[in-house]
């Protein structure tokens, strides 16, 4: 919330067309619009934009598909231990221990209002989710809710799923990058033309288009006169990307990821996994890395 401060919103779209590839008109136009409201408010000297997020759902959904595909996969031979562990493969929590329990406990209320459609989900397994903690099952509960895009229409499931969709909308705007450029387009477009991300808005388009490309979520972008040229060069000489304090609270709590082969033998020789968890732990210590590390027990 920008307090005391003489504020405008501009809504903006970014329309790309091929007869005007590597020309940056965006730049152009948002110094034109801003000469013009200025002349007219020449006391208002912040800019803001509320803006869609079309890349988030396109990017969050695979994510959850891939943690469910990891996480289902069938125990492997020990003899492939040192296959696993000089591989890539980890599960990532992509949601907090709250947020599970916030999800289940908003998607059981919603199973005995009566008002579910022809989503399905196995009753049994989702008791089970909780009293064990499994990442599968709250997961995959996630996935098919989004999927479904009728989560929004009730607002038990809106508000369970509010949290989790809100911080990783936070991550994929300031974290989640190709080429060292914010990975979603319009997010770089404004970067690139000296803005920061300042606000997330829950359900500012609460259109089907909406709920299908951001979960209902817009961002403002907020342009001040005296950082603009600052703020784009230093996005587009190192990446860096200007956000409030309110964005970075989303991102405090670092999502902890498992190694493949401790899940997959965790259930089937606890102690065994236990001593590889001991080992990994060491082998990450030497390594200098900070990542924090669980096992389901």
């Not at 499994?134 to 009730?154: A, F, G, M, P, Q």
């Amino acid at each position: 919330m920008l307090v005391g401060i003489p504020w405008i919103s501009i809504i903006t779209k970014a329309y790309r067309s091929p007869g005007l590839s590597g020309i940056n008109l965006g730049k152009f136009l948002i110094k034109r619009v801003i000469h013009l409201l200025r002349r007219d408010m020449p006391h208002i000297s912040i800019f803001a934009t509320l803006s869609p997020i079309p890349g988030y759902m396109h990017w969050l959904l695979p994510k959850f598909a891939s943690q469910i595909k990891l996480s289902k996969s069938e125990s492997e031979d020990m003899k492939h231990f040192s296959e696993k562990c000089s591989g890539s493969n980890f599960i990532e929590d992509l949601l907090l221990p709250e947020e599970k329990e916030m999800i289940l406990s908003g998607y059981l209320k919603w199973l005995q209002s009566g008002t579910a459609s022809e989503i399905e989900f196995d009753k049994s397994e989702c008791m089970d989710t909780r009293e064990h903690d499994s990442v599968k099952d709250v997961t995959e509960i996630t996935y098919e809710l989004l999927t479904s895009r009728e989560w929004n229409k009730s607002d038990i499931l809106s508000e369970a799923l509010k949290p989790p969709l809100l911080r990783l909308c936070a991550r994929y705007l300031l974290k989640e990058k190709k080429r060292g450029k914010a990975l979603d387009v319009v997010a770089n477009f404004h970067l690139q033309n000296g803005s920061m991300i300042e606000r997330l808005n829950w359900m500012a388009d609460s259109s089907d288009k909406g709920i299908e490309q951001s979960g209902g979520i817009m961002v403002n972008y907020v342009y001040r006169l005296d950082k603009i040229d600052e703020y784009a060069q230093s996005y587009l000489n190192t990446g860096h990307i200007h956000a409030s304090s309110s964005l970075h609270q989303y991102l405090e709590v670092i999502t902890e990821v498992v190694p493949v082969f401790l899940i997959r033998n965790v259930n089937k020789a606890p102690r065994v996994a236990m001593l590889l968890f001991a080992l990994y732990e060491l082998y990450k210590y030497n390594q200098c890395l900070c990542s924090r590390y669980v096992v389901n027990e």
